[in-house]
């Protein structure tokens, strides 16, 4: 079973554009971490916010955190051909422990 | 500094034969992952090595799979016999964990087997 799920399932929007990626989640975490995966690379690790922190940026990506709501976003700006990837949740917590759950994915298509 | 190596990259199999895949992690990194992942979905985690010891294997189907990993270093994960809803990316991924906190896990390539 997956805890995280991602919305949208898919987005495409053109070079430029910002693209913002949602991450729902079921129980008590410990920290929430963001990944991408493409054909070339393979999956790699974006960012890790932890359970006390709101807000997280990196480069052109910023990450958010609520855990009221138990969801998380993940805004990429300025958005590149090379942001084509599929982009994954993955939840940490004591809940199951310490396991790290992976959501499906959201397939993001940058058109140049 | 080296990344986390897979092997084979490819491997198509018949029903029923056995099969193994080979990871070596980054090194220095005590806590090694196995996961499966399907087209279109996510990676689900396998089982999860502390150094030499299996800490989580509640997810491997132990009918079927084994893993080990000596000398907590290099890991093979084996199935057999394969099914055919076997078939899936296999990937293996290795992180530096402190006590109960998890750190970003870095992946390896993964094996794409194919049971026809």
């Known amino acids: 079973s997956q805890q995280g799920e991602e919305d949208p399932q898919a987005l495409s929007i053109q070079e430029g554009e910002n693209a913002t990626m949602n991450c729902s989640y079921k129980?008590?975490?410990?920290?929430l971490q963001w990944y991408r995966q493409n054909s070339g690379r393979g999956l790699v690790h974006l960012i890790l916010?932890?359970?006390?922190?709101r807000e997280k940026h990196s480069g052109r990506l910023r990450v958010t955190l609520d855990t009221s709501k138990k969801s998380s976003s993940l805004l990429i700006t300025a958005s590149r051909a090379a942001d084509t990837a599929s982009y994954f949740c993955?939840?940490?917590?004591?809940?199951?422990?310490?396991?790290?759950?992976f959501g499906a994915g959201t397939r993001l298509f940058v058109k140049a | 500094e080296a990344g986390v190596v897979q092997s084979p990259r490819y491997k198509i199999i018949e029903k029923k034969q056995p099969v193994a895949f080979w990871c070596n992690p980054i090194?220095?990194?005590?806590?090694l992952y196995w996961y499966r992942q399907n087209l279109g979905q996510g990676p689900e985690l396998l089982i999860r090595?502390?150094?030499?010891?299996?800490?989580?294997d509640s997810q491997l189907p132990k009918d079927r799979f084994s893993a080990e990993r000596l000398k907590g270093v290099d890991s093979t994960l084996k199935i057999q016999p394969a099914e055919l809803g076997d078939s899936a990316v296999y990937l293996c991924?290795?992180?530096?964990?402190?006590?109960?906190?998890?750190?970003?896990?870095?992946f390896g390539p993964g094996t794409r087997l194919t049971v026809l």
């Open positions: 991924a290795s992180s530096l964990a402190l006590g109960g906190s998890y750190n970003e896990q870095f």
């Open positions: 129980t008590s975490i410990n920290n």
């Open positions: 916010i932890r359970s006390n922190e």
């Open positions: 993955a939840t940490a917590g004591s809940a199951g422990g310490f396991k790290t759950i």
């Open positions: 090194s220095g990194h005590n806590t």
């Open positions: 090595y502390e150094n030499e010891e299996a800490v989580d």
